[in-house]
């Protein structure tokens, strides 16, 4: 998947070298595809055939083998799944200037299909869902359905008693369940599509909103049960041994899940990777609970918007949770864009590699790399990231490592403070 076919035919009589880059790949060098010799007899081009990648367009370039020169260059093209293209390389003059030009041999086939018969499966079901959920909130309707059940009632005693159901948790609890959703689906490949793959570096995926979608909902989730379990008369301090409890639980289970080494025998700590998303949505768990718990209220009061400075009561309500967020967030900034890295420039926020036209080949991730291979040695932290595969960067760099942490845990509470505006205005319904 992702492949196609290319037959460079050379008319030249050198050889030449065919590089390419991809177009998602910023600032990089050349990468050598092969080499093609020259034409035996005039008028008959020697072939060779290569693979290439059709998630992005391509530049493709030609050089002169023995003096290195260029001689022509292909504009960015894209490639087709499973397309057969040649690429002609013919003399114009008497001199090294040539032409290439790319024909298609063999159409592509549209890889897109499937995922567009997913999607019109899947809005039609959401279709039939919403009409008939409307259809069941008629009076007409739903008079017939106490008739044929005897339940009505059963309905409004529930109904009198209890009061009606609590929409927001049920809209927190879909949200996750979501997340969820396209979480597991983006980690067993998401059908091989490179939009439900996370981004090699620069640039944002379906993949890449995942993750700060589901923490946003857990400090949100926070924010709810906190509140609820304080107003049950639990004391801060068994909800705190239950948060630290949740946190070790959580930060276990990433570790076994990530080193499945386990399954062959006890974890051996020489290659044991440390951070992971389970450790540090614990991390972010953690510490988001913990300022909760520190500022929380059990009895809340309904801000109403009588003054000038209501819509903003509901931050200044927590004012220290908030210093402490931005304390770390400026700790964030000052580590990320001062601190020294050896042998690469300060505030550096590149992949590495081949980007940046091969100046800091060793310089994967700036700070946050240099942390992590400092803080938890390069045997503990993810070997393969996805930078490899477009920036061919040979440096460890984990993408949950102990730098990026923090920004979790201010998307995280920038949910707990959601949460906390839905909890103080639950009353005040828009007029």
């Not at 040979?394 to 979790?408: A, H, K, R, T």
Request: net charge neutral; hydrophobic share 45%; with cysteine.
């Amino acid at each position: 998947m992702d492949e196609a076919l290319l037959t460079v035919n050379n008319e030249l009589s050198t050889n030449v070298t065919v590089r390419w880059t991809s177009q998602e790949c910023y600032q990089c060098l050349y990468q050598q595809l092969g080499v093609v010799n020259a034409a035996q007899v005039p008028g008959q081009p020697n072939s060779s055939y290569f693979v290439v990648n059709t998630q992005h367009a391509l530049t493709i370039m030609i050089n002169d083998t023995s003096t290195n020169k260029q001689v022509c260059n292909v504009v960015p093209f894209h490639f087709g799944e499973h397309g057969n293209y040649s690429l002609w390389i013919k003399n114009l003059s008497k001199n090294l200037e040539a032409d290439c030009y790319i024909i298609t041999d063999g159409e592509p086939v549209n890889s897109y299909i499937p995922i567009l018969i997913a999607f019109l499966v899947l809005t039609g079901l959401a279709l039939l869902f919403a009409i008939g959920r409307t259809v069941l909130r008629l009076e007409v309707v739903k008079r017939l359905y106490y008739q044929l059940t005897g339940s009505m009632e059963t309905e409004r005693l529930i109904n009198s008693e209890l009061g009606s159901p609590d929409r927001t948790v049920t809209t927190v609890t879909d949200n996750i369940l979501i997340s969820l959703i396209i979480m597991v689906f983006v980690n067993y490949g998401g059908g091989r599509y490179w939009f439900f793959r996370h981004s090699s570096w620069n640039g944002l995926t379906v993949a890449d909103l995942v993750f700060p979608w589901f923490v946003f909902i857990m400090g949100t989730s926070i924010a709810l049960s906190v509140n609820m379990m304080l107003r049950a008369g639990f004391t801060r301090f068994s909800l705190l041994k239950k948060v630290l409890w949740r946190t070790l639980l959580l930060f276990v289970i990433g570790l076994i899940i990530i080193n499945p080494n386990y399954c062959q025998g006890p974890l051996s700590w020489d290659n044991l990777r440390i951070p992971g998303v389970l450790q540090r949505l614990a991390w972010s768990y953690l510490v988001v609970a913990c300022l909760d718990l520190l500022v929380a209220r059990a009895h809340l009061d309904i801000i109403t918007t009588d003054n000038w400075w209501s819509p903003v009561l509901d931050i200044l309500l927590y004012w220290p949770a908030w210093l402490c967020v931005l304390l770390l967030e400026v700790i964030w900034l000052c580590l990320t864009f001062l601190l020294p890295v050896p042998g690469c420039p300060t505030g550096y926020l590149g992949p590495g590699g081949i980007g940046d036209m091969g100046l800091y080949v060793n310089c994967t991730g700036g700070a946050a790399g240099h942390i992590d291979r400092w803080l938890l040695r390069e045997n503990h932290i993810y070997q393969t990231p996805s930078s490899r595969v477009i920036y061919a960067t040979q440096m460890p760099f984990d993408p949950e490592g102990v730098l990026g942490s923090i920004n979790s845990i201010v998307m995280t509470y920038l949910g707990l403070q959601a949460g906390k505006i839905i909890l103080h205005y639950r009353d005040l319904h828009k007029a």
